[in-house]
């Protein structure tokens, strides 16, 4: 099990920095992650959001694979059904070999209703064409369809499904679960069943609601209008071209234990307690790899250093203890 973070670079317009020294401070840190440890290296895929949501995951993965040595490469996710399988399988090809064979294939189906129309895909279908993608990019690489090949055989590709649907998708297609849910776990395994696939070779990961900080009071109150902004915009994104509408959250409603809408809470905590946390969420589950934030969208330099830093030095020993 190893211990990686997740960039979605957001940018938002009351933190915003430029553009270029954005992009250019998230490879220094993915260096400095690099070297201090970190297990993983997650990029994710959104669309038309204000804040600049990464659009392009494979790109930046692809930059970052030649500047680091030895994390792993991952997308948490993709989204498959919005691309051609074969852009998906060329491009991964290339994270692989420019990493080494460091690449971790993520791909999910999304849920947000615009990003379907920018690429003119079928929302209503999201899961079939995303099923049907996924298989389409393993086949590529199987029969050795796209050149130049990548240099794991294949590279690992997991789905990033957060309902009973998507799991026995993952598990149908023989692919790893991109969510650490014991309710979930079961209609993934009947998947992997479904399937024709040893249940023995399950596998789970997941990016958790998580940062860490030596005082988490203290720092909550400086996350917390980024917090606000980040819930916001997926409940937003979530309803947006519906015609239906989601209230906003306030600061004070993320900090609810007993909020009806948990989505998107997250929690500070110090290694020593996040350690207790992931052994709690991850009991008898074949877990290979915890994804934490590296930042939430444009949070403080000061708090983002140090998040990275206990997550990649501080926090891997205490799960090994």
Known sequence: ????????????????RPWADHYARTLELCEEADRGGAGGLWFTEHHLFEDGYLPQPLTVAAAVAARTRRARIGTSVVLPALHHPADIA????????????????????GYRLPEYQLFGADFGRRFAHTERNIR??????????????PIQDPPPVWGGFYGPRGARIAGRLGIGL?????PLFK??????VEGGHDPRTARVADLLPIILAEDPEKAWHRVAPHLAHQV????QGSVEGTGRSIPLLTEEDLRDPDAADTRGLLEILTPQEAAVRVKELTADLPVRHLIFWASIAGMPDDLVEENIRLVTEKLPPLLRA
């Open 1 to 16: 099990m190893d211990v990686g973070l997740l960039f979605d670079l957001r940018n938002p317009e009351q933190w915003h």
């Open 90 to 109: 060329e491009q991964a090809a290339l994270v692989d070999l420019l990493s080494g064979g460091r690449l971790e294939l993520g791909l999910g189906a």
């Open 187 to 192: 209609h993934y395994r009947q998947g992997l």
């Open 136 to 149: 389409q990019i393993l086949r590529l690489w199987e029969e050795r369809s796209v050149t130049p090949l």
């Open 178 to 182: 991109l969510h650490i849910s014991r």
């Open 232 to 235: 916001n915009s997926y409940r």
